[in-house]
């Protein structure tokens, strides 16, 4: 599976933004599929999740309530729409399938494939 995302941009704090990632390759319903973010000096972290079996959705608690994770299997995508926008969310973004088990699914370990990365940047 090969991830390719994009939509990341420079926006005011209180703004939204809409990331997507494309996937290729077979299967796609049988993959978790997870957002993940980078914020400079720092380690990589869990945002949200979109589940394999019946799109069930999990999300950071730095999240919750502002972002919301979707897919649509007949396109092979997966979207994360942020909303309220906080200069905190400024990171690089990242996409990621797994097929790990539900508990797995907040750790980097879990996904077997990463999309290169997309910058989110929220200024004050």
């Known amino acids: 599976v090969q991830l390719q995302a994009f939509g990341g941009g420079l926006v005011q704090a209180g703004g939204s933004l809409r990331l997507s990632c494309a996937a290729s390759g077979r299967a796609f319903s049988s993959y978790n599929m997870a957002w993940f973010r980078q914020a400079p000096g720092k380690e990589r972290e869990f945002v949200a999740v979109?589940?394999?079996?019946?799109?069930?959705?999990y999300y950071a608690d730095s999240v919750k309530g502002r972002f919301t994770i979707s897919r649509d299997n007949t396109k092979n995508t997966v979207s994360l729409q942020m909303n309220s926008l906080k200069p905190e969310d400024t990171a690089v973004y990242y996409c990621?399938?797994?097929?790990?088990?539900?508990?797995?699914?907040?750790?980097?370990?879990?996904?077997?494939?990463w999309g290169q990365g997309s910058l989110v940047t929220v200024s004050s």
């Open positions: 979109n589940g394999r079996s019946g799109g069930r959705t």
């Open positions: 990621a399938a797994g097929q790990a088990i539900w508990s797995s699914l907040t750790m980097a370990s879990g996904y077997t494939f």
